[in-house]
């Protein structure tokens, strides 16, 4: 097959993941700032997959949900960017393997878009024409993937007629199927065991896996 556009998920794909520690510890700091000291673990763990809980928050908490999230979402984007600076996340060894690809890339993350474009700064990642994180409001966690609204903004970006999607996780393929496209669930040693919801178009190991299935460049 050949792909005008191949489009990458940042964690667990170009980046390593985040310790799931660092965000829970940025919510449990969010409800602190909210007069919230010992938060319920589960309740924190809502939170940590991404739910937005509004009614909770309205109502055992008396907490406006729009300002929560929008102090919750800046709060974890610092401990990311701090947990870069630590060494604690860093690209994975095979990212090379993009620059011998011809199709027009981008990347499309659910992590917020002032840590994708920190990330992506940081570390000189420039193989991407286009980049997109959720905006850091309860609209950007409504269009988080499996939602396809930012990955079809990168394809209209990339102005793709046929285009691939790597990712992680079940939303990343389920993204994938709600925009049409072909997708790529890669198997990084965090995935060792996940199992999949849908099935992929491609199953990889490891991103120079996509030499086989891309064009090349020149």
């Known amino acids: 097959m050949t792909y005008d556009a191949v489009v990458f998920d940042k964690d667990g794909v170009i980046v390593e993941p985040t310790d799931r520690a660092v965000i829970r510890e940025a919510i449990e700091d969010t409800f602190a700032a909210f007069g919230v000291p010992s938060p319920p673990l589960a309740l924190v ?14 109502d055992r908490y008396d907490i406006d949900p729009k300002a929560f999230w929008n102090r919750r979402e800046h709060t974890a984007s610092r401990a990311q ?45 420039d193989y991407f024409e286009t980049a997109y994180g959720r905006e850091p409001t309860l609209t950007g966690a409504a ?19 046929t285009a691939l ?30 199992d999949l919801e849908r099935e992929p178009t ?17």
């Not at 027009?104 to 570390?123: A, C, K």
């Not at 491609?202 to 020149?218: I, R």
């Open 45 to 58: 763990e809502r939170f940590l997959d991404q739910g937005t809980a509004r009614d909770v928050l309205e």
């Open 202 to 218: 491609y199953e990889l190991s490891t991103l120079t896996d996509l030499t086989d299935l891309v064009e090349l460049a020149g």
């Open 81 to 125: 960017v701090d947990a870069v600076r630590r060494g604690e996340k860093t690209p994975y060894d095979d990212l090379s393997a993009l620059s011998a690809l011809s199709s027009r890339l981008g990347l499309v993350s659910n992590n917020q878009r002032m840590t994708v474009e920190f990330v992506l700064d940081h570390f000189d990642i």
């Open 143 to 161: 269009r988080k993937k499996p939602s396809p609204h930012y990955l079809e903004r990168a394809l209209e970006d990339l102005e793709a007629d």
């Open 165 to 194: 999607y790597v990712g992680d996780s079940n939303v990343d393929i389920e993204a994938a199927h709600r925009a049409g496209i072909d997708s790529a669930f890669i198997r990084r040693p965090h995935r060792e065991d996940y």
